[in-house]
C-alpha cells in the first residue's frame, strides 16, 4: 500500500436493532461516515447483531463465527469506527463484544513486533436516550489503546437528551450543531493523523 | 411466600467458556453458592453462554430467546449472584447483556408501582488474569441498584493476579484467605439482607 | 443509641463552588434532605470546598485536617449523602478526596470485626451540565460499598442537561418531576433500610 | 519553535505522598522520563500534592493558585505523563483534580479555533496495590482526549499487585519486564506522535 492509496474507514456499528430498522446509532454512524468522504476517505459500517459474533478472546471461534470476516475488513481499513448506544449508562453488549474480541490482537503482531491494528486510527460514537457517552467513550478509548488504536484529539461524538426523558437522536428535527461540529474535529483530526502514520509508521520499540 | 420460607439464590455465571470446560468464573460462583448454603440458602448457577440470551431490553426477544426462563428463576430467587471475568479491564459481553436485559425491569411494576426486583438482594464476583475488578464491580453495582436490587454492605468479592502476570484464579494452589474471608462477610450480609427485605418490604414511596 | 431514637442523616455536598454561592449540586441535596425530613430523618449538609479536607488515605492527616470533624458527624449519622457535581464526566476531585478518605474505614474495625460504618445507609445525587452520572454513581457505589456502606434500591438520583448544551440544574424552571419522584423513591427506601439496619445490625461473619 | 529543537515532557505525579518521601507513583515516572530521555526528550516531574492547587475549572482560580505555573509548563512541553496511584479503584483526588483544571483548556483557542493542547501528546501511569488501572486508564484517556491531547497506540502502563495482598511498587526487588518493555513502547510511540504532530499540526476543522 503505497502514501498515495486514499485511506479507507470502517464502521462498527453496535446498535441492538436489527437491520433494516432505523437506529439512532446508525443515524451518527452515517454522519461520520458522510465527514469522512468529505475529507477522502470512504468505507463501509457493519451493523453487527445481524451477524454472528460469537463470545471469545480468540480471533476465529470457530465454524458460523462471522467475526473474521469483519476483521479482515478491519485490517483493511485505516480507520476504525466504533459506535454503540446507550444502556443503563453501559454501552451495548455488542460493543463490549468488539473490546473482548479485539483482546486476540494482543498477540497478533507484525514481523517487527508491532501489533497489526499499529498505525490504525480509532474513533467513537455514542448516542443515548439516557447518559453515559463520556464513561463509553472512556472504556472503548482504553480497549481500543490496548489493543494498538491511536485516537486523534477530541475523537469522540456523543448524543443523549436531558437526564430521564427518553428522547432519541433519530427522533430530533434536526442534528444539533455542537454534534455537527465535534464529527467536523474528530473526523479532520481522524484523517490528518491516520494520513502521518500511513506514511510514518510506529517505529520497533 | 411467607417469611419462614427458607430463602433461595440464582447465581449468573458470565464465564466466555461454555460447559463443560473449567472456568475461573464458575469456581468462584461455587464458593460464593457454597457458603450461602453453609447459612442456609440454596440454589443453582446457570452459565448463560450455554444459553441463547438475545441481545435486546425488552423481558423477552422472541422465538427462540432464553432469557426469559432465566428470568423466572431470578424472579423467584430472593439473591442474585452476578459473575463475570475481566477482559480487557471490562465485565464480559455475556455479563454486559445481563444488564441490557435488566433494563426491562424498570417498567415491570407489582401492583404498589414497585419494580418486581425490589427487595432482592445482588452478590457480584470478578476474576481475572487481569485488573479490572473495582469498575466492574461499581459498574455491576449500577446497573443491578438501577434495577431495583439492593445490594448489601462489601456485597462483593474478586481476584486478579499481579498486573500483567497471565496467572488463572482457577490454577492457584488454593483460595486466598482474603477471597474466603470476603465470601464469608458478603454471604453472611447478604442473608441477613434478604432476610430482613423479605420480612419487611419496602413501602410504596 | 435506641431503636425509637430518631433516625439522622448528613449530606456531604461536593460542589467545587465555596459558600455562599448558589451551587446546583446544593440544591439537589436540599431538596434530598428535605425528602428525608418529610420522612422523618433530620441532618445538615457539609460543604466541603469550605473546609480544609487533606489528601491522603489515614483517618486523620494531621494539624489542620479538618476530615476528623466530618467524620464524626458521619460515625453519628445512620444516612450518609454524597452530592457531586459533573466535570468532564467525572465526579468532582473533592468528592474522589471522599471516597479516599473512607478508605481509612477499611480498618476501623467495632469490638466484632465489622467496619464502624456497616448498618449505615449511602444515597448518591449528580447533576452536570454535561453527562456523566452513571459512570459517577458506579465508582460513588463501589466506593461507598466497599468502605461498607449499604446502598439501597435505586438510591441514586441524578440531572443532566441534553449533550453539549450547557444548562445548570439550578437554572430550570422547576425540578423535573423524574427527579422529585426518583427523590421520593430513594429517601422511602433509605430511611426503611435504615431502620431495619438499626434494629437488626449485620453479624459477625 | 521549528522542527529541529528537541522534544520536551512534563510529568505530572499525583501521588497522595509529599516530598521528599518515597513513592511508588514518582518511581515509575521516573523510570518513563528515563525512557523518554534515551529517545531524546528531556523534562521535569512535578510532585503536585506539595503545590496548593485549586478546586475549580478556570485556568487560575485567584491569588495562591499554584496551577498557573504548572500550566505554562504544560503548555511549553510536546508530551504530557500523568501519573496516579489506585486508591479505592479510583485515580487519587490529586489526579482527578488535574482533569478538571483541564476543563479550562477546552475554552483556551488559538488563532485559528484549535484548543491550544491540540498536538501535545499525553502517555499515562498507573500503580496500585489495588486493583483499578484499567479503569483509571480509562478515565484518564478520555479526559485528556477531551482536552485536545493525542494519545499514542498503547500509551499507558500500569502496575498492581495481586488482589488484596497490599504489596507497593516501590517495594518490588525490580521492575518487571512486562512493565519495562511496555515503557518501551508507550514512549517510543509517543515521541514518534510527537514528532509527527511538531512537523504537521492538525489543520482546522
Not at 24 to 51: F, I
Not at 156 to 171: I, L, P, S
Request: aromatic content about 4%; overall charge negative.
Amino acid at each position: 500500500m503505497t502514501a498515495s492509496t486514499p485511506l479507507t474507514a470502517l464502521a462498527l456499528t453496535c446498535t441492538l436493532t436489527p437491520s433494516p430498522a432505523e437506529s439512532s446509532t446508525q443515524l451518527m454512524v452515517d454522519q461520520v461516515l458522510a465527514a469522512l468522504n468529505e475529507r477522502g476517505v470512504t468505507g463501509p459500517s457493519v451493523r453487527l447483531v445481524d451477524l454472528d459474533i460469537r463470545p471469545g478472546v480468540d480471533k476465529d471461534m470457530g465454524e458460523g463465527d462471522e467475526w473474521p470476516a469483519v476483521r479482515e475488513q478491519m485490517l483493511a481499513a485505516d480507520i476504525l469506527v466504533v459506535a454503540t448506544p446507550t444502556w443503563v449508562g453501559q454501552m451495548s453488549s455488542v460493543a463490549n463484544r468488539v473490546l473482548e474480541r479485539l483482546d486476540a490482537e494482543l498477540s497478533e503482531m507484525d514481523g517487527e513486533g508491532r501489533p497489526l491494528v499499529f498505525g490504525k486510527v480509532a474513533l467513537t460514537t455514542v448516542v443515548g436516550n439516557e447518559d453515559g457517552a463520556h464513561k463509553i467513550t472512556a472504556d472503548l478509548f482504553q480497549g481500543l489503546g490496548d489493543a494498538g488504536f491511536t485516537v486523534p484529539a477530541q475523537g469522540a461524538v456523543y448524543w443523549n437528551g436531558e437526564a430521564m426523558t427518553g428522547t432519541d437522536f433519530k427522533d430530533l428535527d434536526q442534528t444539533p450543531e455542537a454534534v455537527r461540529s465535534t464529527i467536523a474535529t474528530m473526523t479532520t483530526n481522524a484523517v490528518h493523523l491516520a494520513s502521518l502514520l500511513r506514511g510514518s509508521p510506529y517505529p520497533p520499540a
